[in-house]
């Protein structure tokens, strides 16, 4: 099973900042299976990036993705109020199921 | 716009079963090439993938939890079901119904993210 490790476990920076959010793959994996996820409490996940760095419908462009093999970024370019949330990398590999990393939370 | 809405029982007794089911609306299962998957989130925890199905029935199931679990979809109700055998209190969280898309069941590619999930229902293993 490819296991996702995020860093940091939590971010705290001021509206207007830069969040940089890091996933890193115990194995090489596909971009195309790579996503990002945003939740806040109470809610369920929203999908904000796939295939690494392609936004889903709906997502401002403040936010984006990057990376390969076993590297991602989540990068935030400048934190709106609603952006202070919890967000989940996860992966899909041929030898191994969709896992999820321990997430990062992102506060004021 | 495609919405999906998990419903059952919210207690379930260790060593029972606990049985959800999903209501697709906005769109049909049957006409998707999507996936439709199950993950769960235990209280103040991270997220685990449960198992996906496709409309024909094809289904991937998380290893750690295969033998317990059973995933099937019934497209005249637009609707796609878990049953997870021999709950213990491991098994309480909160557990959503997503599409699971991105793939392409015809060529074999699997599907990649999860989009758009139901708002998630809380079920609680005690006796």
């Known amino acids: 099973e490819i296991v996702l490790t995020q860093s940091p476990g939590t971010l705290s920076l001021s509206l207007g900042e830069r969040a940089t959010l890091s996933c890193r793959a115990s194995?090489?994996?596909?971009?195309?299976?790579l996503a990002w996820y945003q939740q806040k409490p109470g809610q369920a996940p929203r999908l904000l990036i796939y295939a690494a760095s392609s936004r889903a419908t709906g997502i401002p462009d403040r936010f984006s993705g990057s990376g390969s093999e076993t590297d991602f970024t989540l990068t935030i370019s400048r934190l709106e109020p609603e952006d202070f949330a919890v967000y989940y990398c996860?992966?899909?590999?041929?030898?191994?199921?969709?896992?999820f990393g321990q997430g990062t939370k992102v506060e004021i | 716009q495609l919405q999906l809405q998990e419903s059952g029982p919210g207690l379930v007794k260790p060593s029972e079963t606990l049985s959800l089911t999903c209501t697709v609306s906005?769109?049909?299962?049957?006409?998707?090439?999507?996936?439709w998957g199950w993950i769960r989130q235990p209280p103040g925890k991270g997220l685990e993938w449960i198992g996906s199905?496709?409309?024909?029935?094809?289904?991937y199931h998380n290893p750690s939890l295969k033998s317990r679990v059973t995933i099937s979809v019934e497209t005249s109700k637009n609707q796609f079901s878990l049953k997870l055998r021999s709950v213990t209190v491991a098994d309480t969280a909160v557990y959503y119904c997503?599409?699971?898309?991105?793939?392409?069941?015809?060529?074999?590619?699997?599907?990649?993210?999860?989009?758009?999930w139901g708002q998630g229902t809380l079920v609680t293993v005690s006796s």
């Open positions: 199905i496709y409309e024909s029935g094809t289904t």
């Open positions: 996860q992966q899909y590999g041929s030898s191994s199921p969709w896992t």
């Open positions: 906005g769109g049909s299962i049957s006409r998707s090439s999507d996936y």
């Open positions: 194995q090489s994996v596909s971009s195309r299976y």
């Open positions: 997503a599409t699971h898309g991105g793939g392409d069941f015809w060529s074999g590619r699997p599907p990649a993210f999860f989009d758009p």
